[in-house]
């Protein structure tokens, strides 16, 4: 389960000829609860990005969510309050400092975005970064009953969910 302080960033990604935006939500201990690529970085994008984060199995209702100072957000914010997606009781945190935590959690989708150059379709750039953030939450811990650290159980664990060997 995550924790109930959220933080929630957006970063760029190269699909094709054009730049898509890439929201994430991770809790204050660094766990992923949510990601969705999007084409646009605007108010709608945030409340669909909100939407899609509240129906998350493994997260808690937020008590804060902090973001950046981008104009989007507090609109999408009090949209999303009206429309009973997110808690009357939550309150929104704009801050510079604490997004910290989402922008170090970037550079995991970024070096292997870096890797590939760029990505030819807007479907295979949403399906590899779902795959790069599978990984990547299974390597922190947030499978249960299974050790980041454990190797062999991981490769176990990917093993009996796709049928590949890891």
């Known amino acids: 389960m995550s924790g109930t302080s959220y933080r929630v960033d957006e970063t760029y ?6 730049w898509k935006y890439l929201y994430r939500a991770v809790d204050k201990d660094g766990n992923t609860i949510e990601f969705r690529l999007t084409a646009k970085r605007d108010i709608s994008a ?3 990005f909100f939407q899609k984060m509240m129906r998350a199995d493994h997260r808690r209702l937020p008590f804060s969510i902090s973001v ?9 914010f009090a949209g999303s309050q009206e429309e009973k997606v997110l808690p009357f009781d ?7 400092y604490l997004a910290n ?3 170090q959690d970037h550079r995991f989708i970024r070096r292997r975005w870096r890797a ?3 990505f030819r379709s807007f479907n295979t750039a949403e399906r590899t970064i779902e795959g790069i953030e599978a990984l990547h939450m299974l390597h922190k811990g947030q499978v249960k009953r299974l050790n980041g650290k454990d190797a062999v159980g991981q490769a176990q664990f990917v093993r009996s969910l796709f049928g590949i060997a890891a």
Do not use: F, N, W
């Open 13 to 18: 990604v190269k699909v094709g000829r054009e």
């Open 46 to 48: 945030v409340k669909r």
């Open 68 to 76: 950046d100072k981008h104009a989007s957000y507090p609109d999408a």
């Open 90 to 96: 939550c309150r929104l945190r704009r801050t510079k």
């Open 101 to 103: 935590i989402v922008e």
């Open 116 to 118: 590939m150059q760029t």
